[in-house]
């Protein structure tokens, strides 16, 4: 777990930071709160900067989210294979240890830069900065942030992206997105990934993922791809082409685009360690999928 998104704040140790609590202020006498929502609110202004800079170099950043094997390195390799002489890419890698992925996408030929985050358990606007000053972004049409693999923090943080991706794979169950609503709701494309798998996961019903997705209120697309044998890849491509010909226009106009960054995952990592609570041991259930219930805060693991 890691301090800067307050996620190793929990229901079973909250009260420490409260008013009264013996943890409720750090070693120079600020409210350890206040710290937590100094260092979001420090984060939203660097990815601002980032977004700023994409957008001085007419770059589309693509903030991959998923959880650990769901096959963002594997979607990516198959995305450079396709649209390697269309576009240039170049790739930001996230980690908590290892250079395993950013190599892979090196000997495909890509600039890729590795972000270690030691314990961190997602990226943050500041590690995406550093890793800026290693890339030449001259020429770029698309950047692709490939976070830490996590289904619940890295929703919740500013990267300056312009669009958020998340993968479901088949052999991870097709509740996820009841079970991780913060996570599902941020996106703006879902890719159901590894769907060569499904003759013999019978367990997963694609359909059944598309019911939760939309019980979330959520409009994003559902597109199936396997990226081992390219099945169903070319409707990732157009949405890839639309998405960077939509930059163009937006740069055109002097305009941006910010990605759904969840206020429900801001308040899970401690803005208000009162209502995580409350989130969790007195949540409704106001949706239900299939006879299961889906309930309006973040689900358990």
Avoid at 97 to 126: F, K, M, P, W, Y
Wanted: glycine residues 8%; negative net charge.
């Amino acid at each position: 777990m890691c301090d800067t998104c307050g996620c190793n704040i929990t229901p079973g140790n909250e009260h420490l930071i409260r008013a009264d609590g013996r943890l409720a202020r750090t070693g120079d006498g600020r409210e350890a709160i206040t710290v937590l929502k100094s260092l979001l609110s420090e984060n939203d202004h660097q990815a601002a900067h980032n977004r700023e800079h994409f957008d001085r170099h007419c770059v589309l950043a693509v903030n991959l989210m998923s959880s650990p094997g769901a096959g963002k390195t594997t979607l990516l390799e198959a995305t450079i294979e396709a649209l390697g002489g269309e576009f240039r890419i170049a790739v930001i890698e996230g980690d908590l240890e290892t250079e395993n992925d950013a190599e892979r996408i090196r000997a495909r030929g890509v600039e890729a830069v590795q972000i270690t985050t030691g314990s961190a358990c997602h990226l943050d606007a500041h590690m995406v900065h550093s890793a800026l000053h290693q890339l030449d972004l001259d020429g770029v049409d698309i950047l692709f942030i490939e976070n830490v693999g996590n289904l619940v923090c890295p929703a919740s943080f500013d990267l300056g992206q312009h669009r958020n991706i998340t993968l479901l794979s088949v052999p991870e169950g097709d509740d996820k997105p009841a079970k991780y609503p913060v996570m599902f709701r941020a996106a703006d494309l879902v890719l159901l990934t590894k769907t060569d798998l499904l003759p013999y996961l019978t367990d997963f019903k694609p359909e059944r993922a598309e019911r939760y997705l939309r019980a979330l209120a959520s409009e994003s697309p559902l597109l199936p791809v396997s990226s081992t044998s390219g099945q169903a890849i070319d409707s990732w491509l157009t949405w890839l082409r639309t998405e960077r010909d939509a930059q163009r226009e937006r740069i055109k106009h002097n305009e941006t685009l910010r990605p759904a960054i969840q206020p429900d995952g801001v308040r899970l990592h401690a803005v208000d360690p009162t209502a995580h609570g409350t989130r969790l041991h007195a949540h409704t259930h106001d949706q239900a999928v299939d006879g299961h219930a889906i309930a309006s805060g973040e689900g358990g693991t």
